[in-house]
């Protein structure tokens, strides 16, 4: 397991590492908008089936990735008006949109489900890891099932650890690389948005309030 201390100037170096991971079908853990994320290839089957190990998840619920910007969203899922606007006017890296996959997208997070779920980070080593690996990574909360997220790499490693040593199942180990911001500041998980059918539903109230949200559904309402 590769540990790296993120810093202004490392960034991209940083970035290049995690890509070559990704690329090997490897599992980063690594700062974003909101909290620490558990990142893998979210086109690949077998990547995403680690992620569910380590966080002892239950494979029927959706994973969401981050996009570097709303034309490689558009790849992997149907961008409405609506899902547009909503990218534009809502805070980058603190909204995931939940939109319907485009045909032939089987594999990784939207197998076997409808919809390809997305956020666009504000996040200097997203970015930079975005463009060094050219697909979607995911973008779930690193912790176990259950848990409350932990904002330091090394009380995600202890919960990671703990829980798979009493449920004797793959554990930290599992992890390839680790991108090491320190500790962050308490926030909540990123708000979840569906506009995948004619109206807008939010799945998840969190870094962005409801009615935030719902000033920017009256706002294209009313055009």
Known sequence: MERIVLTEHNI???AERAAT?????????????TLYGLGVDALSDEAVA???AVKGRNEGKPVHAIVSDIAMAGKYGEISDAARVFAEKL?????????????????????DIPTFGFR????AFCIEMLHAFGG?????????AGEVPQCSVDAI???????SNVLQNVGTWNIDLIVDAGELPARKPSSVVDVSGTAPVI???????????EAVVSAIESV
């Open 203 to 213: 799945l998840r109230e969190g870094a962005v309030s409801r009615n935030e949200i």
């Open 157 to 163: 490693m202890a919960q990671l650890e703990e829980h």
């Open 120 to 123: 666009i980070p504000d996040n």
């Open 91 to 111: 805070p980058r890296g603190q909204v995931t949109f939940v939109v319907r996959k485009k045909t032939g997208m089987d594999t990784g997070i939207s197998k």
């Open 136 to 144: 979607p990574i995911t973008a779930t909360s690193a912790n176990r």
């Open 12 to 14: 991209g170096e940083a």
């Open 50 to 52: 680690k992620i569910f």
């Open 21 to 33: 991971q990704l690329r090997a079908g490897g599992v980063v853990l690594y700062p974003t908008d």
